[in-house]
């Protein structure tokens, strides 16, 4: 089978890797040719635009930053839609507007192209690992044709219910996490500055019913002053207001999701839209005039 990758950043170039080692004929896409240099040495081909990418691959994986990337890939003037054929797959693994992917799929349907949402959880270590968690929305009997590509990528796939569903369940769960990021960088701040011990309110949270993801990163996170990126601030602020936008869409109000994303939005303004989303710790402590840091560390 032949299969196209779209996207060779952070995740999708070990994603893409995967795929190759699996034994595919693999063709890839990036908007910078050298990021695909590694994998082309490596045997795959190389495929100057999304549209050649669809005349010659069966199935075409695209995993982008945005939303507009994707409409991009799709709906440019050498875009997808201009070689998609009966029979064909496209499999969005970018986190992205279950609305926007909804109209790919319309539109795709009407040349006999199918249409899957699958965004992972797992970050660049478990796309790295090959151990990402995959949410897939669209038709059983599609996945089922594809669902050893995503075995080389992951190794939990979900089907989660019809197109659009996958994404659905990224953004609450990244709306659910990234409210606790937020609430756990100003709890750490206020304990601090009241005279607790950054690292034992660390050990103290991370055995009671305050635990959560964001505190299992802190100890090698913020408590060491490590603000590098694995997860980008920007793109964390990016999928509060996909989440967001589709309350909207459903007429519900999110409150506290809001509140998060004011804080992620005031961190990218600050300039750390680059640093792990982590540092929405930062802007807090400097109004405190407290660091929440592991004693030794900088």
């Given at each position: 089978?032949?299969?196209?990758?779209?996207?060779?950043?952070?995740?999708?170039?070990?994603?893409?890797?995967?795929?190759?080692?699996?034994?595919?004929?693999?063709?890839?896409?990036?908007?910078?040719?050298?990021?695909?240099?590694?994998?082309?040495?490596?045997?795959?081909?190389?495929?100057?635009?999304?549209?050649?990418?669809?005349?010659?691959?069966?199935?075409?994986?695209?995993?982008?930053?945005?939303?507009?990337?994707?409409?991009?890939?799709?709906?440019?003037?050498?875009?997808?839609?201009?070689?998609?054929?009966?029979?064909?797959?496209?499999?969005?693994?970018?986190?992205?507007?279950?609305?926007?992917?909804?109209?790919?799929?319309?539109?795709?349907?009407?040349?006999?192209?199918?249409?899957?949402?699958?965004?992972?959880?797992?970050?660049?270590?478990?796309?790295?690992?090959?151990?990402?968690?995959?949410?897939?929305?669209g038709d059983s009997k599609i996945l089922k044709d594809v669902l050893q590509i995503f075995k080389a990528m992951g190794n939990k796939v979900i089907h989660v219910g019809d197109v659009g569903c996958g994404d659905i369940a990224k953004l609450v769960n990244n709306m659910i996490s990234l409210s606790c990021n937020v609430i756990t960088a100003e709890g750490f701040v206020l304990g601090v500055k009241a005279g607790i011990d950054s690292k034992k309110l660390h050990e103290i949270v991370s055995v009671s019913t305050g635990n959560n993801f964001t505190v299992d990163c802190y100890s090698t996170g913020v408590l060491q002053g490590n603000f590098n990126p694995g997860f980008r601030l920007a793109l964390a602020a990016k999928d509060m207001g996909l989440a967001l936008s589709l309350s909207r869409e459903y007429g519900l109000p999110l409150p506290v999701a809001s509140a998060a994303e004011q804080k992620l939005m005031e961190a990218k303004a600050a300039g750390m839209g680059d640093k792990n989303v982590d540092a929405n710790i930062l802007l807090l402590e400097k109004l405190a005039g407290v660091k929440v840091r592991a004693s030794g560390s900088k």
């Open positions: 089978m032949k299969i196209g990758f779209i996207g060779l950043g952070k995740m999708g170039k070990y994603m893409a890797g995967h795929i190759l080692e699996a034994g595919y004929d693999l063709t890839v896409h990036d908007l910078r040719k050298r990021a695909a240099a590694n994998l082309i040495e490596k045997g795959a081909k190389w495929a100057d635009t999304p549209e050649s990418m669809a005349k010659t691959c069966r199935v075409v994986i695209s995993c982008v930053p945005n939303p507009g990337d994707v409409e991009n890939i799709v709906y440019n003037d050498v875009g997808l839609l201009r070689g998609w054929k009966k029979g064909d797959i496209y499999i969005d693994m970018s986190t992205n507007s279950p609305t926007l992917i909804r109209r790919i799929s319309e539109d795709a349907a009407k040349l006999g192209t199918s249409v899957l949402d699958a965004p992972v959880s797992g970050g660049d270590t478990g796309a790295q690992a090959g151990t990402l968690t995959i949410m897939v929305g």
